[in-house]
């Protein structure tokens, strides 16, 4: 496993997490191995087995030059305004789970762009609050910033 205890961990759906354990259980004669996440916001603790870390994106913060890089105004922006809400979610949920931070400015984009031509979902918005707020702490914590200015960077992004 590449993380450590106490590391600062990506978790697509759920943003910034701290290892705060690493645990070996016997489940049903299995041995499986877990990591405890405790994200950033909240007091709750996320029990994922070692083994789904890369499948659900979970990866170390990103470079300061990875973030500058997709903060860079991008004029590649699908439109899917003609999609259906469902399959939007379904889309920009699998693409999250890729793990890149790029991909997550490159969805809030397309949000944004579904946000100006019609409107989301109750779902959508959802998601978009949660993608949200995962990027711009991401910003924040590799820039060494505050939160308003990370959210200017986000908000001068999209």
């Known amino acids: 496993m590449p993380f450590k205890i106490g590391q600062e961990v990506m978790v697509p759906m ?31 603790l996320v029990k994922m087995p070692v083994k789904q870390l890369e499948e659900q994106g979970v990866r170390s ?7 500058l890089s997709a903060l860079e105004p991008s004029e590649e922006v699908e439109d899917l305004c003609d999609v259906n809400f469902i399959d939007r979610i379904e889309r920009w949920t699998h693409v999250l789970r890729d793990g890149d931070y790029g991909v997550r400015v490159q969805v809030l984009r397309e949000m944004r762009l579904v946000e100006k031509k019609s ?4 779902q959508e918005k959802a ?9 711009r702490r991401e910003i924040e914590t590799v820039l060494e ?13 999209l």
């Open 119 to 122: 409107e989301l979902s109750k």
């Open 14 to 44: 759920r943003g910034l997490c701290e290892i705060v354990d690493v645990k070996v259980e016997t489940i049903l004669d299995q041995t499986i191995g877990f990591v405890h996440l405790k994200p950033r916001s909240g007091d709750s």
């Open 127 to 135: 998601l978009q609050k949660k993608t949200r707020l995962a990027a």
């Open 61 to 67: 913060l990103v470079s300061e030059e990875e973030i």
């Open 145 to 157: 910033t505050s939160a308003a200015a990370a959210g200017r960077r986000l908000n001068l992004a």
